[in-house]
């Protein structure tokens, strides 16, 4: 079998059969046997990505900003990035409101009960729960940052060391040698890991098919049905006709070869340990420039979060209809820009979305400890939000690498 694509596909296939037979010979002996050495495989799969995730954020940022010039089209790349972020997580979370709005006396959220859930068990204790915290957590001491895998915190870092490199001494000039020649060591790194990214999809798929507990999709179907429509929509619809509009991307060629990114998104649940993936895809596969893509993506990676935006904004409103309070006009565009921020402030990881959401349910007076309904479901939602935020950083840097001349 040739190429990656190809195996990733095998891959997911073979996870689907397995995950279903599974799913239904539960008590056959062989499920407890085989379930742990998936668990294995998984975990190694994605610590392999997490591994590599940070010094792949930092170096490909610090390369990328050091080597822009001062013209226009560095210009129009940070600009048209942050731009094109901020507005594909607008018309996200805005459009799920609508539909949040239209359909809600269909919601039924009144009957449901909390039953004995642990409200506060997903929230690490060093975890941020209000806007100020994250803000504050965004500034941290570098080694700490790096060593945490504080994301934010390296982005944050990465732009003030590439800015800083940016200078025509002779010895930030070999620093810089010395940044670019690391990244492409990292690049080489992140090429051997996507050797064993068919058997980690594979294991992570079979797993989240055979255990993804689904009573509570049925409380909250209708729910659900909303957001995965919406989801469903942006990713299908709005992101791909901006392709088409603003790219010279086909369509065509644009899904056959995004689907391995697609699928490790799905698989992995995390934009950050997607990211060599997305970024080893574009560079090899789409011929994106790679001033492009090194500075786009670790930062639509850590920022550019449209199904994690729209799915707060979803889950703020259920809640409220929950609880019985009715959202004004001024609490639902102050909801438009929390559920962007706390998108914006969530890492890249798993569940991530879950955690902020307590920001967005307390700006807004809302009980955080509704959260705990999502817990269950949480994994399954999450496979879908980070897809969608995926694709976003993909067509993000088509759409600019159209326009940006090195
Ligand atoms: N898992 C998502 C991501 O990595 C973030 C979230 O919504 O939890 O993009």
């Known amino acids: 079998m040739k190429t990656l694509n190809q195996r990733i596909g095998v891959a997911v296939i ?7 037979i599974f799913r239904h010979y539960q008590s056959f002996q062989l499920v407890e046997f085989v379930i742990p050495i998936l668990e294995l495989i998984g975990e190694v799969f994605i610590l ?4 590599i995730m940070v010094p792949l954020i930092f170096f490909s940022l610090t390369s990328s900003i050091s080597s822009l010039k001062k013209n226009k089209s560095s210009q129009l790349l940070w600009k048209g990035s942050i731009f094109y972020y901020l507005t594909t997580m607008v018309v996200a979370v805005i459009l799920m409101m609508v539909v949040m709005n239209l359909f809600q006396d269909n919601l039924g959220g009144g009957q449901l009960v909390l039953e004995g859930n642990e409200p506060q068990s997903i929230f690490n204790s060093e975890e941020p729960h209000s806007l100020k ?15 945490q895998g504080n994301i934010m915190a390296v982005v944050i870092f990465a732009i003030f060391f590439g800015i800083a490199l940016r200078s025509d001494n002779e010895h930030v000039k070999k620093v810089k040698i010395w940044v670019d020649g690391v990244f492409e060591v990292v690049m080489n790194i992140v090429n051997s890991i996507m050797k064993i990214a068919p058997v980690g999809v594979f294991a992570l798929l079979s797993l989240l098919i ?18 995965f429509g919406v989801i469903t929509f942006h990713g299908v619809v709005f992101l791909p006709l901006l392709l088409k509009v603003f790219s010279n991307e086909s369509i065509k060629s644009f899904w056959q070869g995004i689907k391995n990114v697609l699928i490790t998104a799905f698989a992995t649940s995390s934009s950050a340990a997607t990211l060599p993936v997305t970024m080893s895809t574009l560079e ?15 930062l639509g990676a850590t920022i550019n979060m449209d199904g994690t935006a729209l799915y707060e904004a979803a889950v703020a409103l259920f809640v409220a209809s929950m609880v019985g309070v009715n959202l004004g006009l001024y609490d639902q565009i ?10 914006i402030g969530a890492p890249a990881i798993p569940s991530a979305g879950m955690v902020t959401l307590a920001i967005v349910l307390s700006a ?7 959260v705990a309904i999502f817990i269950p479901i949480d994994r399954l939602i999450d496979t879908f939000r980070t897809t969608v935020n995926v694709e976003g950083d993909v067509i993000g840097a088509l759409i600019i690498d159209k326009y940006f001349k090195s």
């Open 284 to 298: 090899n596969d789409f011929k994106v420039n790679k001033n492009v893509t090194r500075f786009m993506l670790p």
């Open 364 to 370: 807004l007076n809302l009980p955080v400890e509704y």
């Open 133 to 147: 915290d994250s803000i504050k957590s965004l500034i941290k001491n570098p080694f700490e940052a790096l060593s």
């Open 334 to 343: 102050l909801l438009v820009f929390l559920a962007m921020a706390a998108s």
């Open 210 to 227: 055979i255990q993804q507990e689904l009573s509570m999709f049925y409380q909250i179907g209708y729910f659900i049905t909303l957001v």
């Open 48 to 51: 392999l990505l997490k591994m």
């Open 14 to 20: 073979l996870a689907i059969l397995l995950g279903l």
